[in-house]
Structures are given as C-alpha cells and as structure tokens.
C-alpha cells in the first residue's frame, strides 16, 4: 500500500532551511559522457563514478539551502515573479490560509501562508511573507520539466525523515526515474519516509522535477508528484483554489475490476471480463493472487490493507499463481472494481 | 520486487522469468553499479567478518586490529538467551572459524568489542582524510565481491540524541504513592517481558523501589537495551522477570512496519553519526562503509527507519576501540 509522507504520530518539527545564498542557477552537466550517464547509460569505470560523486556533491551543496522543514513535513523554495514561494503537497498543507511555520537550513524561521492545493495531484503552494527586500536575499532552485523526465535517469531528492533534525542537513538520497508522470505517476528509487512530505525532487541540473508524495510497502515505489502538474495551475493556487481529490468518495472500494474470492490461502479471480482492467493486466479467471505491492494476501482485510493508499488509476503489480507458476502483472486499479 | 514470500520453491524458480521490465525495483543499487565497486572494496572485504553466537551467524563485524573485531552489540542477543544458556561467540571469514570473547562494550554506541583467538586478521584502512561531505558515494561490504549495497551520504555527521530508556509502561500512581503499574505500553518492554496491570515493582536490578518515584528515576539511570530483572508483587505472589528497556520510539507501529521493513531493536543514541542512504537490513550493521578510494569511513550501526541507516564515523570507532582497550587493560583480561 502507499501512505503519505507527513512524519507519524508526534509529528516532530522538521524544516530545511537555507543559508543565505540567493539562486541557484542550474548546475549545467558539462560533460558530455556525465550527461549520458545522468540520463539512463550505465557508468563504465571507477573514474566515472568519482566524477558522478562530485557532481553529486556539489549539487547537494547548491540546493540544499533551498530546501526547507514544515512542521513534520518538507519543502522547497522558488521565486517567481520577484517574490518567494514554497512549493510543498497538498497533503501537508491541506487548505489555503492556513499559517505555516517554515524553517531554513541555517535556522532561520520564516513565516507563511498557504495558497491552493491540489489533493488529486498532491501539489499545494505556500507564500513566503517576507519584505521585498529580504525575498531578494532568500535561496531558491529553478523549476525544472517533470513533462521531459525520462526512464532511468538520476535524480536527486532532499526532505526531513522523521522530520528534522537538531544539527543534521536535509538527507539528501540519490536515485532514478522509474516511472515518468505520463505512466500515471511520477516513481523514483530515491527512498523517502514520512517526514519527506513536500520535499523536492531534482534533476541533476538541480531543476525541480517532482513534489515528494507517497510510499508503499514495495521500498522502491516512492511516489512523487510531477511539478509541472503544479505549474500549469500556477494561477489557480495563486489565488487559493483547493482541488478536493475525488477518491474521498469510496477509496475502500478500490479494486481490480474483477471479483475475488475467498476462502483458505489466497484469493482467486472468480472471473475476469473481456475488455476489463484485469484482463488489460493479462489476469485470468482461476488466478490466484499472492501478493500485492510486495504485501502477502490471504483475506480481503490483506486487501484492504494493501490498496489504503493507492488511488484510482494507479498502477499496483501483483503476483498471482496461474498453472503452478508465479507471475508478475501489473493493474491500473478501479474505483468501485470488485474484489 | 519480493518474491521470497512466496511459500512454494517451484514458484520462486519460475517468478524471475515472469517478472516484467518495468517492474518497480531499486536500479540505482544495481548490479551494474555495484559491479564497477568490486576492485574498490577488495580491500575493505579482507577485514569484515561474520559474527556467530552459538555458532549462528548474527550481524557483520570489523576488524581493526590483528585480533580485534568490532560489531553491533545488541544484534548477539539470542532470542532464547533467557535460560542463561552458554554462549559461545565465533567470528567466520571465508571458510574460516574462530572462537572469539568479548571483552569490552559500549551500550550508548551499541559497540561490542572482540578479541579473537589465534588469529591474524587483516585490519580496516580507515580513511585518514576529514569525513566525507553529503553526495559523497559509499558502498557496504559483507565479504562478497561486489558490496551488497550502494548509496551516498546523506548528511554530514551529526549527534544524535541520546534517548532515555523506557519501560513502556504507565504508572497508576503518577503523583507519587506505589510503584503499582497501571497498564503497559504495546508493544513495549514491560509487556514482551511479561509485566501485568496491577503489579507492583519493589525491586528494579539492584534499587529496592519503594514508589513512583524511586522506580522513574531507577529507569532514568539505564539506557535503552539494558536487560534489568524487575520483582513484583502480583497480588500474594513475587515475581521476577527480565526486561530488556526500550526507547520511546521502539514500539513500531504495525502499519508504519509494514511500510518501512525490519529495523534495528537498538536504533537511537549513538552520539556522533553518518546517514546514508543504503537500504540495509538489521542483520547487516556492524560492517564497514567504503569511500571510492576503499577507505572506510565508518560502521554501519543501525537501520533506524525506512530510509534512515546510521554509522559511526571512523574517527569515533577508533577512539571507542580505545577507550575499549584501556577498560579491558585495566580489568585484567576482563572476558564478560
């Protein structure tokens, strides 16, 4: 199953702070064979990993005082228009003006406000209430294109585990793309957990590219949502719109459009429509199903349990035992789909 | 993606002919990557070890001296270790056993620290340079040719907070009165060891414990991991049983778990730590992290969340080492 990425429980304070530096132009990849391998080639010598690491380091350095702490959360700040702003998930600032406490790498705390959000898309914006002459002074990284990501290249994401840290800069985690927005979401093997909520994912340009967002049980499934699904409501968040998202509705009634049934052990497809989701996923009656997103499934609660997060239209693999074997699939899930 | 959950062999055999390209894996610690490291770590791979109790490997080990292993103390307890069984500590390298004694710990740094028997062993290369700074890549040996993990450092060295221990309890008389105990905490220390609502603690290791406040502050003294053995009164009854103390944060909860994957029982309070980004299991602390150049930079201590692993900076083992050293020295040849 996927969950958000706020820190749990005591929600401890987490903020990422900046220090001091104004923008951060994009770091170009220079070199021509670096930028091959940062788009998806495989590195070829130790040589070529070392100049990977520096490239990742300097990086780091570079957007790491963008990169901020909410309370049990994480952000990142921008300018546009001459004026700062934090691009953060819906799910952490949930409504618009509310006030946001936001925390820079050196420590200093600046105030906010809550714009939009987008709950469909887990993007929100957050104002940072600041002089015009002191938003001149505050870092802030470039916005990238989530729309030119493409498989298999590296990213960089920043956020606060657990929340933040006394002493202990935003973890940065270095991954790759795996699945491009266009796919239904934007996944990397950039690791996150709770506490990387609204936190940014990079390319290696230091553009940003995603908005941290939710995880499953699979440890390589960490969701992000795609920045350019923020930009192109620009206006509309500017202004405060909250987009409500539609699974509100009956998120326990996510299935694979095709019934299930239970008994001992595993669950079996008791039928699978032509034309339906399970059979677009190369499901067929008499399948029984294993696992799903890495969990075990022995009764509808495992279910239940595995798809609490997941939404409809996303993609979950599953295993499922077909003629004493075991496959793979993978199956766009359905609101209202039985299971 | 998993497939060891699956309970039939035949099944497992057939999965990875099934699995699809897209599936969603980690790609970043793959095979090709971790195969450009192989002559990086080669080095490092001669001076980690595996760690058995009564013959069971448990966690990984670093050597740093010709006899000399350091390892992750809390991971070589032996589930079973209640009935006072004999324990027998052996380290492997390859094909090769040696019986080993430990012979100093440090609870805070959850660091147990080896001498091993007619051995001579190859120590680490620490690196001599400042630590490295985030970005910087590292890789986590366990002796085979490639190492069995990749990532990067993720922050630079900081100090972790050191955690108070914790029963897992609450009191019924929070105010003062009788240490009697209300209920326990889920998941926590008191309940795995068996602690009742409506006992009252009178002794807690060596403190007699009169009231609430005498049992708190017997609590305060401990570090998490410490195992105490606790008497109560239980109605007309005096029960004795052991407590092995939590953290606030060890209960985990299930959900949280089922997310995040095992982590280490002892994950808090090691004062100075590097946090990388390498998905480890609980089982595989206690082994070096390597730079590019092979130096290792530390030992890897604790998997402490989904995405959090820990290790304690080269400098600081060394210093431990130490410190471990002159305890020993001055105990004459203090086996525990």
Known sequence: ????????????????????????????????????????????????????????QQLIKQVLPATVSLPGASGVLVQRDGAPFLLCAAH???????????????????????????????????????????AAKLPSVEIGKSADLVRGQWVLMLGHPSGRKKGRTAPARLGRVLRVPEEGYLVTDCTMQGGDSGGPLFDMQGRVVGINSRISGNLAMNMHAPVDALMSE???????????????????????????????????????AEESAAAKAGLKKGDRLFEIDGEEISSRRDVMRALRTFRAGDKVEIVVERDGKGLELEIELEQGGGR | MSVRSLPAAALLAAIPFALPAQSIRNITQGSAIRDLWKPIVAEANRSVVEVCVNERAMVLGTVVGKDLVVTKMSELTLSSSKDNESVELSIDQGEETWPCVQIGVDRAADIALLRVTDAELTPVRWRQKEEPVPGSFLASVDGSDAPFGVGILAAASYVHTVPRAFLGIRFANPNGGTAEIEDTVEHGAAEAAGILGGDVVVKFGE???????????????????????????????????????????????????SVWGELSDVRSGFQRVLQHDTVLKPEDCGGPIVDLTGAVVGVNVARAGRIETLALPAADVRALVAKLLKGAAREGDGER
């Open chain 1, 1 to 56: 199953m996927s969950r958000p990425l706020l820190a749990t429980a005591a929600a401890l304070a987490l903020a990422c702070a900046a220090a001091g530096q104004t923008t951060a132009p994009a770091t170009q990849v220079t070199d021509d064979r670096l930028a091959e391998i940062f788009s998806g080639e495989e590195p070829e010598s130790a040589a070529e990993l070392a100049a990977m690491q520096a490239h990742v």
């Open chain 1, 92 to 134: 952490v600032t949930l409504e618009a003006d509310k006030d946001i406490k936001i925390r820079m790498t050196n420590g200093r705390q600046l105030a906010g406000t809550s714009l939009g959000a987008n709950h469909q898309s887990d993007v929100s914006l957050v104002r940072v209430d600041v002089d015009a002459e002191d």
């Open chain 1, 234 to 272: 620009w206006d509309e968040l500017l202004e405060g719109k909250v987009t409500q998202s539609r699974r509100r509705r009956g998120r326990s009634r996510l299935g694979f459009g095709a019934p299930l049934k239970y008994g001992d052990g595993c669950p079996v497809f008791e039928d699978v």
């Open chain 2, 207 to 257: 403190a007699e414990i009169g009231d609430t406040d005498s049992l708190r502050a017997a609590i305060r003294a401990c570090t998490p991991g410490d195992k105490v053995s606790v008497t109560l009164k239980r109605g007309e009854e005096t029960v004795t049983v052991e407590v092995v103390l939590g953290t606030n944060t060890s209960p985990m909860r299930s959900d949280q778990e």
